[in-house]
T-cell receptor
Framework: SQQGEEDPQALSIQEGENATMNCSYKTSINNLQWYRQNSGRGLVHLILIRSNEREKHSGRLRVTLDTSKKSSSLLITASRAADTASYFCATDYHRDDKIIFGKGTRLHILP | DAGITQSPRYKITETGRQVTLMCHQTWSHSYMFWYRQDLGHGLRLIYYSAAADITDKGEVPDGYVVSRSKTENFPLTLESATRSQTSVYFC????????????FGPGTRLTVL
């Protein structure tokens, strides 16, 4: 099925460092979203970027979108222990009511 | 304001039994969704609903039934549970149209023995 693919699958970094996760998708989209999932919990929406936007910021989060490469990146600056979670990109497709989630990147922040 | 809730949070059942997972949202969102989450597969859409009395299949609908007689409720029924349906099930809702932000419930962990 069509979906975004996150890269890497898992990432461990030291607290205070920046974390970068990437998402690639297959066909044209209206928008792309990033979600976070803490262990044992539901997903929480982080940020949405539309196809006509190239970059978006929210607090320590920075999302970029390159529609020519069909890819997006999520940057978390100055990481904290509380950022330990799985991060998912989700893409919608034109003429469709639903979004498709990738398999996620597991981020572990080391103390 | 409870938002979106799921019940039960944990359920153990046996192969062949019927199981219903409940989802309730207090926002009057138009859209509601059911996903299952399994290791190695991420989240996969089972069914979704654009409004009361309107439902549609997702990626993995086989073995599941949904209904939506009221906007706020979207129950998911496993008619005859199988071990392959052991999973964590998430319900989500969304206020608007294509690609809008989804708000997730806390999940139901279902084990089929």
């Amino acid at each position: 099925s069509q979906q975004g693919e996150e890269d890497p699958q898992a990432l461990s970094i030291q607290e205070g460092e920046n974390a970068t996760m990437n998402c690639s998708y297959k066909t044209s989209i209206n928008n792309l979203q990033w979600y976070r999932q803490n262990s044992g919990r539901g997903l929480v929406h982080l940020i949405l970027i539309r196809s006509n936007e190239r970059e978006k910021h929210s607090g320590r989060l920075r999302v970029t979108l390159d529609t020519s490469k069909k890819s997006s990146s999520l940057l978390i600056t100055a990481s904290r222990a509380a950022d330990t979670a799985s991060y998912f990109c989700a893409t919608d497709y034109h003429r469709d009511d639903k979004i498709i989630f990738g398999k996620g990147t597991r981020l572990h922040i080391l103390p | 304001d409870a938002g979106i809730t799921q019940s039960p949070r944990y359920k153990i059942t046996e192969t062949g039994r019927q199981v219903t997972l409940m989802c309730h949202q207090t926002w009057s969102h138009s859209y509601m969704f059911w996903y299952r989450q399994d290791l190695g597969h991420g989240l996969r859409l089972i069914y979704y609903s654009a409004a009361a009395d309107i439902t549609d299949k997702g990626e993995v609908p086989d073995g599941y039934v949904v209904s939506r007689s009221k906007t706020e409720n979207f129950p998911l029924t496993l008619e005859s549970a199988t071990r392959s349906q052991t999973s964590v099930y998430f319900c989500a809702s969304s206020p608007g149209t294509e690609g809008d932000t989804q708000y997730f419930g806390p999940g139901t962990r279902l084990t089929v023995l």
